[in-house]
Structure formats: C-alpha cells, structure tokens
T-cell receptor, first 114, second 113 residues
Framework: SQTIHQWPATLVQPVGSPLSLECTVEGTSNPNLYWYRQAAGRGLQLLFYSVGIGQISSEVPQNLSASRPQDRQFILSSKKLLLSDSGFYLC?????????????FGPGTRLTVL | LAKTTQPISMDSYEGQEVNITCSHNNIATNDYITWYQQFPSQGPRFIIQGYKTKVTNEVASLFIPADRKSSTLSLPRVSLSDTAVYYCLVGPISSGSARQLTFGSGTQLTVLP
C-alpha cells in the first residue's frame, strides 16, 4: 500500500530564517506531487505541483520554492521566512494516470513564524 | 475555472442523514466533482467522486442533477466522528494543469449528540 510522510510535524521559526520541509511517498512510482498551504480556518491553496523529477510548476508567486530531487521526494523551501508564511503545509500525491482529482494527503506540517 | 460555493457550516444530530450542497454554475464539460473530508490538524481525505447522476460507496452518496450545476453529498446516519470540514472540488480527471482544480471554501459539519 502507498504511504506519504511529511516532516517535521510542527516547526517554529523566526522571521528571516530558512525553511526546508520534506515529503516522501512510498509504494508507488512516478506520482504527481503537490504542496498546499492552509491558513487557520481557511481552505487549501495549491502552491506547487510536479509531474516528474526536476519538473516544478508554481501556482502562487511568493518567497517559497519547491524541488523534486528524486521521483518520490518533494521539498518545500524558503531562504527567508515571512510572518505570512505561517500555516499548515500539506503534501499530496496522485497517480500519474489517475488525474488530478484523486489526491492523497500527508499528515501535514504546522509552521509558526514568529 | 469552475468556482464552487458551499454553506459555511451545518449542524446535525447523531443518526440523521446529512446533505451538503455545492454550487458550480460554470462547470466544464470535462470536469468531475470530488468531495474530501478533513479533520482538524490532518490532511483531507478523499470521500467520493462523480460526473453525473448518482454515485454511492460505503461512506457516502453523491447526487448530480442533469445540468451538473450543483451536487449534493449525502452522509447516511451521521455519528459524532463525522464532525469535520467537507470540501467540494471541481476539475478534470484527465491529466492537465493542476490549476484547473478549485477547492471550495468548505463546510464545517458539526454532529451533535
């Protein structure tokens, strides 16, 4: 069966510090990968998606970036965090042939920027 | 983009059937309708997906009228553990740009004892 891991589960960082969140998927090959952010009490905002190694599409211009160094690894980064970067970050995957609607989400990372 | 509209919140009692409606007036011909459930501090979980008429699985039913401009998620005999936010999602099922997906604002369902 497929599983998706995210770490860390929670993170408190000062403004201006760097960020690295990691997501890995097990049990499937060539998945589509996604990063979402959810502000408190709000819906999901798609940040990045990837259809393959080194292929990243950005949905929202911001100080975040994403990379996919391996087939089942997706990394969200920032060089300098802003207060507005606080939120719940979710990684998700979907089958390449299954389309974009059937997405499976990880447990999330709660980021607080102080 | 197919924008979706859902009620912000709904209350129900244990054992009742709950119907949550989502409006998507400008749904495209190749769009499917998908519903997700999210508990606090967890990622959303896929519930059900459909294109037209009715779809049923072990968790819920999805009703879609002929014009497809709305859809209704039906949860039979809810329990306290069904308290969650429910999202309506509209987008193509075939490969394409993920930006075509639109998450609704979500409906907070609270099941009362």
């Amino acid at each position: 069966s497929q599983t998706i891991h995210q770490w860390p589960a929670t993170l408190v960082q000062p403004v201006g510090s760097p960020l690295s969140l990691e997501c890995t998927v097990e049990g499937t090959s060539n998945p589509n990968l996604y990063w979402y952010r959810q502000a408190a009490g709000r819906g999901l905002q798609l940040l990045f998606y990837s259809v393959g190694i080194g292929q990243i599409s950005s949905e929202v211009p911001q100080n975040l970036s994403a990379s996919r160094p391996q087939d089942r690894q997706f990394i969200l980064s920032s060089k300098k965090l802003l207060l507005s970067d606080s939120g719940f970050y979710l990684c998700a995957w979907s089958l390449r042939t299954g389309g974009w609607n059937e997405q499976f989400f990880g447990p999330g990372t709660r980021l607080t920027v102080l | 983009l197919a924008k979706t509209t859902q009620p912000i919140s709904m209350d129900s009692y244990e054992g009742q059937e709950v119907n949550i409606t989502c409006s998507h007036n400008n749904i495209a011909t190749n769009d499917y309708i998908t519903w997700y459930q999210q508990f606090p501090s967890q990622g959303p979980r896929f519930i059900i997906q459909g294109y037209k008429t009715k779809v049923t699985n072990e968790v819920a039913s999805l009703f879609i009228p002929a014009d497809r401009k709305s859809s209704t998620l039906s949860l039979p005999r809810v329990s306290l553990s069904d308290t969650a936010v429910y999202y309506c999602l509209v987008g193509p099922i075939s490969s394409g740009s993920a930006r075509q997906l639109t998450f609704g604002s979500g409906t907070q369902l609270t099941v009362l004892p």
